[in-house]
């Protein structure tokens, strides 16, 4: 189905418009502020951007830098009283087990947080690793904010089968959000989850360092290096799924001679679009 003429939207405020998926060869944006629209698989053979403005608008940045915030502050203190519920528990000691699947559960979150920021145009890869990274997450805030501290479960098959269904239903939720307010919020759990794997790790490796164990605080040392590289890639990642979320968004269409001439393109989705833009 061919336009018969050119649609105009020159010079208009289009904010937070849908245009997914719709056939606009041809169609005029030209000076119209189109921050927060929706252009995805859209039709926009020859449509004209010039000097158009897009990315995200001031409030959905605050908005969204609002519940990362919370988001940050419940997982900090979570993780944290977690983590110094461990330290000191010897593998003598019954609650072993909890310190040992706590360092495993950081890792995890921490490891498939980072991946989330390496996968580049690998759509399942990324699919996968929010999912695990949200169903680790989630199943430590629930730990934590529904039952307290692991060691001192009164009801550990009660605790676990809550546990299991939280990450089955964030690891659902997390697989079909790689992009929005939920990926924002899975980026900066994972991200915090990150930061206490690595406040374990360098522990460790200057626990053995101190004690002149230089053979394991040199394997740990290497790890620890490791958290910390895993750690910033978490960070850039939850910054970029902020600084996207409720952008301007030309997923996956076709943007053959489309003109972008003097247009501001600041945080906007170009993945998997056919285009010649800048």
Not at 113 to 124: D, K, L, V
Not at 210 to 218: I, Y
Request: glycine share 8%; hydrophobic share 50%; aromatic share 12%.
């Amino acid at each position: 189905m061919k336009n018969q003429s050119p649609l105009n939207f020159a010079h208009q405020n289009l904010r937070n418009r849908s245009f997914r998926g719709q056939n606009l060869i041809g169609a005029d944006f030209s000076g119209s502020d189109i921050r927060g629209c929706d252009f995805s698989y859209a039709l926009l053979q020859g449509a004209n951007f010039k000097q158009v403005k897009a990315g995200q608008t001031f409030g959905h940045l605050i908005f969204i830098a609002s519940v990362a915030v919370v988001v940050a502050i419940a997982t900090f203190h979570a993780v944290s009283q977690l983590i110094f519920s461990a330290v000191g528990v010897t593998p003598d000691e019954p609650a072993w087990i909890y310190a040992l699947a706590l360092f495993w559960s950081l890792n995890l979150a921490g490891v498939s947080s980072a991946i989330r920021g390496m996968t580049h145009n690998r759509y399942i890869i990324k699919c996968i690793a929010t999912a695990v990274s949200g169903a680790t997450s989630a199943a430590l805030l629930a730990l934590f904010y529904l039952h307290g501290n692991a060691a001192t479960l009164k009801n550990p098959k009660s605790a676990v089968m809550t546990l299991v269904f939280v990450a089955i239903v964030m690891a659902i939720v997390g697989f079909y959000s790689t992009k929005g307010l939920v990926a924002v919020g899975i980026g900066v759990a994972g991200a915090v989850a990150a930061y206490g794997f690595t406040f374990l790790v360098v522990g460790v490796a200057s626990a053995y360092l101190s004690t002149q164990n230089f053979v394991w605080g040199l394997l740990w040392s290497v790890m620890a290096l490791g958290a910390i590289a895993l750690l910033i890639i978490s960070l850039k990642q939850s910054f970029k799924d902020m600084t996207s979320s409720f952008a301007t968004s030309f997923r996956g269409a076709d943007l053959t001679n489309a003109n972008f001439e003097g247009a501001k393109l600041e945080n906007t989705d170009f993945s998997g679009a056919g285009s010649r833009h800048p």
